[in-house]
């Protein structure tokens, strides 16, 4: 009879009874490796652009799905984010030219968004979440289910961000910052109305706009202080 290789009981079949661990394991390969890769970053067999479509087509309405238990079919929202937020820091690293002595502020503003933009907002993720829980608070609605709407929704947020910032190099002198700003306002106004859809939708609404104005004007000075200190 096989023996598990990891509790060390004997079993019939493929795996062990006791603590699941296959008893016959394959080798190790390079096509192995990938495969888990692909597997725990994408849940390829689960569809990361699924979850990307959902959260275009029907943004607020995904979240809560998710909340309400329908999570087989979507990607996790840590494992979304770690792939939208490197995907945006690569992009941004790139996209956004600076020169690499910067001596006055408007420079170091640009150096700032080019390397450290991406790594602000995944550290006030949590800030924002509380901001959400905060003004949209309700028995039914707790912080960590906050942080799940938040995450989903900024994952979105910074992939968009990539071609709003390439709209530099095709429309000169277009203030991509505040393109950002306007497309950001009215999607996460449509996440909410979707998410909070029993609730009135004005005030929803007005909550939305309280709530984008305080995780920007947050973002705005956690952000001016980091370039000034590269200034």
Same mark, same amino acid.
């Given at each position: ?73 979507? *990607?996790? &929202? ?20 600076? &020169? ?15 390397? /450290?933009?991406?790594?602000? *907002? ?29 995450? /989903? ?62 995780? /920007? ?15």
């Amino acid at each position: 009879m096989p023996v598990c290789r990891h509790c060390h009981l004997e079993g019939v079949g493929r795996y062990c009874t006791d603590c699941g661990e296959i008893y016959e394991p394959k080798r190790i390969t390079v096509h192995s490796i990938i495969h888990e890769a692909v597997h725990t970053f994408t849940h390829a067999d689960k569809g990361i652009l699924h979850t990307l479509k959902c959260l275009v087509l029907h943004p607020g309405t995904m979240q809560k799905e998710y909340i309400g238990g329908e999570r087989k079919i979507h *990607q996790k &929202p840590f494992a979304l984010f770690f792939i939208c937020a490197t995907i945006t820091a690569i992009a941004l690293h790139f996209v956004n030219k600076t &020169p690499e002595n910067y001596i006055d502020f408007d420079v170091a503003k640009e150096h700032f968004y080019k390397n /450290y933009y991406v790594i602000q *907002q995944t550290v006030m993720l949590p800030a924002y979440a509380l901001i959400t829980w905060g003004v949209f608070y309700s028995k039914n609605f707790n912080y960590a289910e906050a942080l799940v709407l938040m995450i /989903y929704s900024l994952s979105f947020s910074l992939l968009i961000i990539i071609p709003i910032n390439l709209l530099g190099y095709i429309f000169k002198g277009i203030n991509e910052q505040l393109v950002e700003i306007i497309f950001l306002a009215v999607y996460m106004t449509i996440t909410n109305v979707n998410f909070f859809k029993e609730k009135n939708h004005f005030i929803i609404v007005a909550k939305s706009v309280v709530v984008m104005l305080a995780c /920007y004007g947050l973002s705005y000075l956690a952000g001016r202080q980091v370039i000034q200190a590269l200034v």
